[in-house]
């Protein structure tokens, strides 16, 4: 009897032990990446016009593992990694097929793994890169945390993910800008936050400036994630004072319509990543935002991955744009891909550049 306690307390001692290293690993190798520089690739020189169309899409490809049967361990479904390395680099291959036939203009994708254990290690920005040849490019880093040992059966891992922002057109300076997160144990889960900042050369002397962003999710209460929006318009009302041309663009999971049910059924399902955005967010500044809804045929631009997309899962509209006053905004849209290859749809919006 002695001789099976002693060994049940040496069990359980190495299982402290364990788990206290653990924690301390991830509070050690825990760290926020700051504001830096990006490298602009493939540099072409064309500049943009005045009161002429363009067109800007904007997809969160969720890592390349979303495909319509995918369920996530964080919203409740019981996958952590994609399904297999040979189904995301077919998946993959379908969301860089899928973004180069709607020949945008600009390009701001979010969710582009370069290291993750969740994505079997593969740098995803190859499959956009070689789809879309022409265009210059800047990556900025989003996400860069310790390996998360959850679910036991299989480890999330380490991630490595960001931003990256496709153009037609010269990209003169580019910057990756840092967000605020919670100061708590959430801050674990909910990983670093960023935007990217563009700066892309207009014909006269003027510029627009890009924003590609991806505001935080698992929260403890969703209020950090309109502290980030807060910082995120702060910057474009200060470029747009000083002469201009701002388009902000991605994932601000916040339900952006104010309230999704009333076009996609009602649900009492609540989560902190699908808060309204806070009335009167917008108030004092010179920016709008743009919800892309058709009244007539309204399509969400996400979905909840608890399990594998059906009808009646919960869905809304959490992606969409901001513009300054001096951009004309002539038709934003959903593309419904069904959620074939992502949790989300990728959003459009045709502008012109005011004179």
């Known amino acids: 009897m002695k001789k099976a306690l002693k060994i049940i307390c ?19 190798a825990y760290h926020r990446i700051g504001n830096t520089g990006l490298n602009v690739e493939n540099a072409v020189s064309a500049k943009m016009q005045t009161g002429k169309d363009y067109t800007v899409t904007s997809y969160n490809i969720g890592f390349g593992a979303y495909e319509s049967d995918y369920g ?16 995301l680099d077919a998946n993959l291959k379908n969301i860089a097929s899928l973004i180069a036939g709607r020949k945008a203009d600009l390009y701001i994708v979010q969710e582009v793994d370069i290291d993750s254990t969740r994505s079997y290690h593969i740098d995803e920005r190859k499959y956009l890169t070689d789809a879309l040849p022409g265009m210059t490019s800047t990556f900025a880093q989003n996400y860069d945390s310790p390996f998360l040992f959850y679910p036991v059966t299989q480890p999330h891992g380490a991630s ?16 990756r800008v840092e967000l605020p997160v919670e100061t708590g144990l959430t801050k674990l889960l909910d990983l670093d936050r960023c935007y990217s900042k563009n700066r892309i050369a207009v014909e006269g002397g003027k510029e627009l400036v890009l924003y590609n962003f991806h505001l935080s999710a698992y929260t403890s209460d ?7 929006l807060k910082l995120l318009l702060e910057d474009m009302q200060t470029e747009y004072k000083n002469g201009c041309y701002c388009i902000a663009g991605g994932d601000f999971n916040k339900d952006i319509l104010g309230d999704s049910s009333i076009w996609f059924g009602i649900s009492d399902i609540k989560y902190t990543w699908a808060q309204p955005i806070p009335e009167g967010a917008f108030d004092g500044f010179d920016l709008q935002l743009v919800a892309p809804l058709d009244k007539s045929n309204p399509v969400p631009t996400c979905r ?10 919960y869905v809304l509209t959490i992606d969409g744009f901001i513009v300054s006053d001096n951009v004309k905004v002539i038709q934003s849209r959903v593309v419904n891909t069904l959620f074939a290859y992502s949790d989300h749809n990728p959003v459009e919006m045709v502008f012109s550049l005011e004179k």
């Open 10 to 28: 040496i069990v359980l001692a190495a299982i402290l032990v364990i788990a206290g290293g653990y924690f301390a690993y991830v509070m050690i």
């Open 72 to 87: 996530f361990f964080m919203d409740g479904g019981e996958e952590s990694w994609a399904w297999s390395k040979e189904r």
């Open 160 to 175: 490595e993910s960001g931003l990256m922002t496709f153009s037609s057109f010269g990209i003169s300076e580019a910057s």
């Open 222 to 228: 969703g209020k950090i994630a309109t502290e980030q």
């Open 304 to 313: 909840n991955a608890d399990s594998a997309y059906h009808p009646g899962q």
